[in-house]
């Protein structure tokens, strides 16, 4: 099978490593790729909204199926441009179609669609510019802290958590007059603060069976002790301690449940990745957000784990048989750390020299923001390298986990050392 991978991070090349492990693969592509990924397929220098040239690339390599890592061309639609062409619509797309890609693309749309379906998740209400006064009053009768949510894609930015009644008016006001966020804050979910414990649990569907993949929980501060700045993600476990059988089994009964027989009810075809944002409240589990692909670093820790071939289970999902594939997952604990470029989440350089990564033994190195410069690999991106370590319990994947990210150098490095820590 020739398979094409959409992207460009952490996430894609996981999901590189792990297909090219698997008897079925014939060839693989990644576009854009990064240094990293070359390694196990062939980058192509193609943008991931460039669909017209992915599509040529599709059909002048007889690629047999489309694997979309990142939410942006899935929510712009990548999936129904390639249905819609009778020369392209032979070849499966592993991701959501526009409708469906609308659970992360709008998260009015994502709450709307929680309350129709009776699952579980925090007290909302939607404001725009027709209603910002209705909005302004209606933070007066909230509880504080209270949640600010963007309503589009915002780069993981668009989330704002207020402590006082006055930032929160403020940051209303900025976001939906102002365009703090552009036109994704052109609709605002304001949001009950649900106080509690994060993670993730993430599901494989075609549309009617699923398959539950491993829980993950990531830290998104940059600083030790979850301190500082938000980021695209410092570090991932799985599984997670906390997340017990007594809770997935809630969590599988009230969420994932409802989510897949929801789309089904509405008429959404969905074909793809689940990401189950989940806040565990007191044992109870509740829906913080939705998004349509894998997450990342998360990927980085759930793609080891599964035993199965990742083939054979992308290939369930296009025909429609996923119930019938084989699923089996490592009792292992998976650690990752990222490494990242100093300054980030604010501003950092790139084009930094990266040396050593060929004496890290013990741990897999993903690279998620890295390029060839003249024969070198470079840094060209906040996060750089995800340094993941399988191992038999939680302790040592912590330890290895550390000690590898240690091993490898480039100016100004900088990463966490407490990732799951907190869990033991």
């Known amino acids: 099978m020739n398979i094409l991978i959409i992207g460009s991070g952490g996430r894609e090349s996981a999901f590189a490593y792990k297909l090219s492990k698997s008897p079925r693969l014939n060839q693989l592509f990644i576009a854009p790729g990064n240094a990293g990924t070359g390694q196990y397929g062939q980058n192509i220098d193609l943008k991931v909204?460039?669909?017209?040239?992915?599509?040529?690339?599709?059909?002048a390599n007889a690629i047999d199926m489309l694997l979309v890592g990142p939410e942006e061309p899935l929510v712009k639609g990548i999936h129904d441009f390639f249905l819609g062409r009778e020369d392209l619509k032979h070849i499966p797309v592993v991701g959501p179609q526009k409708e469906g890609a609308q659970l992360e693309g709008s998260k009015d749309f994502s709450k709307e669609f929680m309350f129709r379906h009776n699952v579980p998740t925090a007290a909302y209400k939607s404001f725009d510019k027709s209603n910002l006064e209705e909005g302004l009053v209606y933070l007066e009768s909230q509880k504080l802290p209270i949640v600010l949510k963007a309503d589009g894609l915002a780069a993981g930015k668009g989330v704002l958590i207020c402590e006082t009644l006055e930032d929160a008016k403020a940051e209303l006001t900025a976001m939906i007059a102002d365009a703090k966020f552009g036109d994704a804050s052109s609709v605002v979910v304001i949001e009950e603060f649900l106080k509690g414990i994060e993670l993730s649990v993430f599901v494989l569907t075609d549309g009617?069976?699923?398959?539950?993949?491993?829980?993950?929980?990531d830290y998104k501060r940059i600083g030790e002790g979850d301190t500082g700045l938000n980021t695209g993600g410092m570090g991932s476990?799985?599984?997670?301690?906390f997340a017990d059988e007594t809770f997935l089994t809630k969590v599988e009964e009230r969420i994932i449940k409802p989510t897949v027989e929801g789309l089904k009810k509405d008429n959404i075809p969905y074909k793809?990745?689940?990401?189950?944002?989940?806040?565990?409240?007191?044992?109870e589990p509740f829906v913080i957000e939705y998004n349509v692909r894998m997450g990342d670093p998360e990927t980085e820790s759930v793609l080891p784990r599964i035993d199965s071939d990742l083939v054979d289970l992308l290939e369930g999902v296009a025909q429609g048989n996923l119930h019938e594939r084989s699923f089996t997952v490592s009792p292992k604990t998976a650690v990752t750390v990222m490494l990242v470029s100093g300054g980030y989440p604010g501003d950092y350089e790139s084009g930094k020299e990266i040396t050593n990564i060929e004496n890290v033994e013990d741990s897999i190195v993903f690279h998620a923001g890295t390029k060839e410069l003249d024969g070198k690999v470079v840094t060209a991106g906040g996060r750089v390298l995800a340094?993941?370590?399988?191992?038999?319990?939680?302790?040592?994947?912590?330890?290895?986990?550390?000690?590898?990210a240690g091993r490898v150098f480039f100016e100004r490095k900088y990463f966490r050392r407490d990732i799951g820590f907190d869990l033991i």
């Not at 793809?272 to 565990?280: A, E, H, R, V």
């Not at 340094?387 to 590898?404: C, E, G, H, S, Y």
């Open 49 to 59: 909204t460039d669909f017209e040239g992915i599509a040529a690339f599709a059909l």
């Open 272 to 283: 793809g990745f689940i990401f189950i944002g989940l806040m565990n409240v007191d044992g």
């Open 387 to 404: 340094v993941t370590t399988l191992q038999d319990n939680l302790f040592d994947a912590l330890q290895q986990a550390t000690a590898d």
């Open 237 to 241: 476990i799985s599984p997670v301690p």
């Open 208 to 217: 009617n069976s699923y398959k539950v993949l491993p829980s993950a929980k």
